[in-house]
């Protein structure tokens, strides 16, 4: 896939984050201003609480679905132990945003793995890119009244780095699309704050 | 004409494709990767759609409407089509009336299963064309195509579908203008055709065989295999997702595409080989193209280079193609090595699950956490075996329950135990089965327990719904695949019925009533049944006075993280409830067994 205008996008987090819903809305965003989408999800025993993955592609003409390995434009990661486990998937040069989040699996809780530090993760990234960002996506969805709204804070921060012409209304299409009428309001600010975070980030 | 561009899964495809096609009655029983299908054609309401009980009922149910002579979608995963070969074989004999498409979802690299196999094999085993769609917009059209053939050749028409093309969202044009044929239902009294004594189907072999001699014909023709020219160094055939991954590896080699891909076009094929010096087959699971090929005395290569397991992905085919010598080395990804060590996220029991509490019970009556090692195996028999069944909780598995001992295939746990007991093991045994589980293939199980007076020990977990797939509906919930109120099949009235003297059913969410209940059935003398009632967290949106620890309490035993609820953690030494976890009153399990009552809600520990 070298065609213009490709990019290769994945998400990932933790099981019940909101992951897969903000992948279906840039998916269809996409689609909507003429760009080829192909998108696939974790698959298999997704009980909440597992390891989530979405590969989201976009370009003029897409073949496979999956994002090739060291080929990902951009990695949206919602937990920082997920940011590690998919870092070999990132490009030279790619851009990482991670949310500073630990969610810890159980074998943390039964003392018999240790979770990683956050030096250790970042350093993973830095051997691949310089562009690597670690931002308070929880903490400033909960300031917006529900932590819930963080898949979409999340996305308002992906959108600042996208090189796509996707115009503020087709956004807010794309979202009124995908959530209920009386989250929306809520979740259109989530929008702006993800977006007004990423504001003062030199791309 | 009017077209919409839409952004649908694999599943969402085959589901509009059969509507346009005009397809009357669709069944399926739920399984990865397929279950999206018949939801999909239930929502539409100008059709019949059921959940069936298992999928040798959805074939039947199948090809009933089918000798009605309406169009009929029967879909199911790859491990469903075993359950339904006895069906399937005979509808291949009989062939149909009105066109009967039968989707088998198969599942390579075993996402959601419990095995992988490649069902191109029940093509030829069912003398039957197949057809392999590669994205959403084949899988929306090709269905069209499949129910011309079905109807054409009087044959059921299996469309293979894979995981990945299953789940994945493609673009789709869709036709908003299709009228759906309204077709005449009738039955043809056809004893030769449809009542197979030996005599009658003797009579149908031979067709079966003309008929794939007129398919071969149409392969060689039909637009669902095309040829992409390009460099004439390298031919490459393939199908499904396998063309996909190597359209993006080979960007400028000549392809072989097959949408229709049994029976093969022999001489389509040949034509194909001989305009490149090298022909390669790109295919997930067993070499079926490359044989089926070889067998034609054409030279081609592909599983020599190739896995024979698991998914393929742009970077396999490419890695494949250097050492096939088709591309060179410098050409093929650079990878960086993924970070090693990291600990896993394994899904779990949901926080507030009814399965927890037997599961714990279970886990400690057998002291497993003795007994097994880390990776779960002992050269001791146990003095509890647990044979184990298809559902979330086959999670039980995992540590810390680690709860079951076996998982074979649906309504296994039952058989399974009898085996065990037959066999002569000095351990007791329990099945482990779910309700949707049950009704699918576990009755048959019990019957043969009460028949052969097998002392065993069945616990059902009845919560209501068939949770791993969805929350779809099924013959004990009481609703009907379009949200149709139905009768209940009653769990304890079949158990009574069958015969099973020592019968229990209990509140999943009381401990001692499950602890009491699995003890005395263990220690019965006669088989025992014991249903373990209770909601499935998921479906249950309320989470009054959630859980926490009094840290005074609290001298940190540990006893409350061996439910492995994903509620209860540990940090810097301390055990303490995540409250955006916790389901609160709903559960308790927690503050049940907590040998220092230090589990409470908010103000008050118990």
Known sequence: MKSQGKQDVLMVGVGGQGIILASDILGDVALDIGMDVKKTDTLGMAQRGGSVTSHLRIGQKVWSPLINTSEADILLAFEKLEAARWVHYLRPGGTVIINNLAIPPLSISLGTQVYPEDEAILGSFRRVTKAAYLINGTQQAAALGDVRTLNIFMLGYLSRFLPLKITDEQWQKGIARHLPSKILDLNKRAFEAGRGAAAGVNI | ??????????????????????????????????????????????????????????????????????????????????????????????????????????????????????????????????????????????????????????????????????????????????????????????????????????????????????????????????????????????????????????PGASFLKLGLIYPLPPKLIKRFADKVNKLFVVEELDPFLEENIKAMGIKIEGKQHIPRHGELNTGAVRHAAVKAEIIPPADAAVEVVATGNLPGRPPLLCAGCPHTGAFFVLSTIGKRGKVLDARGRSEKESGLIITGDIGCYTLATYPPLRAMDTTACMGASIGQAIGLVKAGVSSKVAAVIGDSTFMHSGITGIIDAVYNDAKITVIILDNGTTAMTGHQDHPGSGKSAQGVSTQKVDIVKIVEGAGVKNLQVVDSFDIKSVRSAIRSALDSEQLSVVIVRGRCAVTNKVRKNKRRVDQDACNDCGVCLMIGCQAIQKKDGRVYIEAGTCMGDACGICQQICPKKAIGTEGKAA
């Open chain 2, 1 to 250: 004409m009017s077209k919409s561009r839409k952004l649908l899964s694999g599943n969402e495809a085959i589901a509009l494709g059969a509507y346009h096609a005009g397809v009357r009655v669709a069944t399926a029983y739920p399984g990865t990767p397929s279950t999206e299908i018949l939801e999909n054609m239930a929502a539409f309401k100008d059709l019949y759609a059921e959940w069936s009980t298992n999928e040798k009922v959805a074939m039947e149910v199948g090809l009933g409407a089918s000798y009605a002579g309406v169009r009929t979608l029967v879909s199911m995963k790859h491990v469903g089509l075993n359950v339904a070969a006895d069906p399937f074989m005979a509808a291949a004999t009989t062939g149909v009336h009105g066109g009967l498409v039968v989707v088998s979802a198969d599942d390579p690299g075993i996402h959601s299963s419990q095995g992988e196999q490649d069902n191109r094999h029940f093509a030829r085993l069912g003398r039957v064309p197949m057809i392999e769609p590669a994205d959403s917009q084949e899988a929306y059209d090709f269905m069209a195509a499949a129910y011309q053939i079905s109807e054409k050749y009087d044959t059921p028409v299996l469309f293979r579908i894979t995981t990945r093309v299953a789940h994945s969202k493609s673009v789709v044009e869709v036709d908003m203008d299709v009228l759906r044929a309204e077709r005449s239902k009738f039955f043809h009294h056809h004893v030769e055709k449809y009542v197979m004594l030996p005599g009658h189907a003797r009579l149908r072999v031979p067709h079966m065989h003309s008929r794939m001699e007129e398919l071969t014909a149409l392969a060689e023709k039909t637009p669902l295999n095309i040829i992409i020219e390009g460099d004439s160094r390298t031919g490459i055939v393939s199908s499904g997702v396998g063309y996909e991954y190597a359209r993006e590896a080979f």
